[in-house]
């Protein structure tokens, strides 16, 4: 094994070693390679059937921006030609395809053509499923869903076209804010047009809806006194936190649209919502969507959709409405953040994160996010999709109060949030630290004090009865306090992420780790090396939370 291999997550390597016996066609059962590593072999059956999902997921994508992607350029130098369409050059990757910029023909107008790899069309299932995810996303008309405007198969493979949105993806935004201080204004995503040389086109059908975020600036503006239409639309800073909400409203807008349809889209991201120059945001990428009425074509481990995005409930094949409202609330996070809400690499401990939910509070990382809008962004994206808002309309209404500078009524969630830690389990802390301290105190005292002749069978038992009852009031403090299950990170303690060193929890772990490491020490003098293994693996993974 390499250095770098060594510095890898465990399990990343073993899925790695897994994937090539795969790949070769000699691989075992996830079954049976679980056996042949026992002590990664419960994560092994939880994780992989999920990571080699997402592989095979993945692999039309890798093949279409290699060597598919050579094979289609080399195509469209001599002039490709996609049933009516005349492919251009290519404007996108991603989301299981490349998109070009095409002309149809027939009316004449340039359009953006997304080329799916030829598995789809080799692969009966993924055919007729992508025929009727088209023919679903054909169907809705709203003016923040990108259109599509005609889906087929031309020359072995499967398209769809859609309208050309003269937009830059959330995704440049972010980094657009995160490396420049100064303000994105309408005229630089023109710019950035322009230097990539997709041509703008068509009108402006929604510049003045109340949503928009010409709308937010050119009221500014008018308050100002401004006399002449200023020249630039609207403009974005790293504290535009009411235009961030702007932009959540729109795409929720779109989402509610599509859910009272029966219509999931599966892979809400920043790069799937797009802002154009009039500052309307359009949802694209529709033809991943999803009916709740066509479930039988997919497998129940489908786990369709960009990984850092994926709501929890995603990786045990599970979807509805929240699942978009999740990854449509970590978008905004993101945003208003200008970094990522998970920045695990390795994807057994980016997995691990999200499906534990540990998404730091947005004030924790930026104070100055109104704590109206951190409670919003909490809520979308609550871990049970049961604690999320049920529907997009809920949040839309939300957005709006806080856009509008009024009222949000919303309670502090009881996930992640730092208000309900610091208050209502610091009393209960001090009372059971009391309780075992002083009881533990005493109870040593006496043993001690005998120790001369060490007190052997019935007689040490209420000591050591003690020391247990201590072991269970400690651990009912560290799940209250942490808000974390201890058998889960007990089994994960080699791999466990270390807990942010400003978090109120980290603060709190000092004092759980002195009260542990006593008791330990307690255990190990009486030579009761059962207790004191079962002390010292707590030990060990406050170490570790500690980042020790």
Request: with cysteine.
């Amino acid at each position: 094994m390499t250095s770098s291999e060594n510095e890898r997550d465990p399990l990343e390597v073993l899925f790695s070693e897994y994937l090539d016996q795969f790949r070769r066609g000699a691989a075992t059962s996830i079954e049976m390679f679980a056996r042949q590593h026992e002590a990664q072999a419960e994560e092994i059956r939880e994780l992989f059937p999920t990571l080699l999902a997402l592989e095979q997921a993945s692999r039309p994508t890798l093949d279409a921006s290699s060597s598919q992607a050579s094979e289609i350029s080399s195509l469209i130098s001599g002039g490709l030609q996609l049933g009516e369409y005349q492919l251009l050059r290519e404007i996108g990757a991603g989301g299981m395809g490349i998109v070009y910029e095409a002309i149809q023909e027939s009316m004449q107008r340039r359009v953006a053509v997304k080329v799916l790899p030829r598995e789809f069309s080799k692969d009966p299932v993924r055919r007729m499923r992508f025929l009727q995810e088209a023919r679903m996303a054909a169907r809705l008309s709203f003016p923040n869903i990108v259109p599509v405007i005609d889906f087929g198969e031309s020359g072995g493979r499967c398209f769809f076209a859609m309208r050309l949105i003269e937009g830059v993806g959330l995704d440049w935004v972010i980094q657009r804010l995160r490396d420049n201080s100064e303000p994105l204004v309408s005229s630089e995503v023109g710019e950035h047009f322009r230097i990539q040389g997709i041509p703008l086109q068509g009108d402006d059908p929604e510049a003045d809806d109340d949503d928009s975020l010409a709308c937010e600036f050119n009221s500014i503006r008018s308050q100002e006194g401004a006399a002449e239409k200023p020249a630039e639309k609207w403009q974005l800073r790293r504290d535009s936190w009411r235009q961030f909400a702007r932009i959540g409203i729109q795409a929720a807008k779109a989402l509610q649209h599509a859910h009272k349809a029966g219509i999931w889209h599966r892979d809400i991201k920043p790069g799937n919502l797009l802002l154009d120059e009039a500052g309307v945001i359009w949802i694209t990428d529709f033809g991943l969507a999803k009916s709740e009425r066509n479930l039988s074509l997919t497998a129940s481990n489908d786990v369709v959709g960009t990984l850092r995005y994926l709501a929890p409930e995603r990786f045990d094949g599970k979807l509805d409405a929240r699942s978009d409202i999740y990854g449509l609330g970590l978008t905004l996070l993101e945003l208003a953040l200008q970094q990522h809400a998970f920045e695990e690499s390795a994807r057994t401990t980016l997995i691990r994160s999200i499906m534990d939910g540990r998404i730091t509070p947005p004030r924790q990382i930026n104070p100055q996010l109104p704590e109206p809008l951190e409670r919003i962004l909490l809520k979308a994206t609550a871990t049970k999709p049961s604690a999320r808002y049920a529907t997009a309309q809920a949040l839309i209404h939300d957005l709006r109060a806080f856009a509008k500078g009024e009222q949000v009524s919303l309670p502090v969630p009881a996930q992640r949030s730092p208000r309900r830690l610091v208050i209502p389990w610091k009393p209960l802390t001090i009372v059971l630290a009391g309780i075992c301290l002083l009881q533990g105190a005493l109870l040593w005292h006496a043993w001690k004090k005998d120790k001369g002749s060490v007190l052997p069978g019935e007689q040490a038992a209420p000591f050591q009865a003690s020391l247990r009852e201590r072991l269970q009031a400690l651990d009912g403090l560290y799940e209250q306090v942490l808000r974390r299950d201890l058998a889960h990170d007990i089994r994960n303690r080699t791999t466990v992420e270390p807990l942010p060193a400003y978090s109120i929890q980290h603060a709190a772990l000092e004092h759980l780790l002195i009260l542990y490491s006593r008791a330990s020490d307690e255990a190990e003098a009486a030579q009761w090396t059962a207790d004191r293994e079962e002390f010292q693996v707590r030990v060990d993974l406050l170490s570790r939370l500690k980042g020790r």
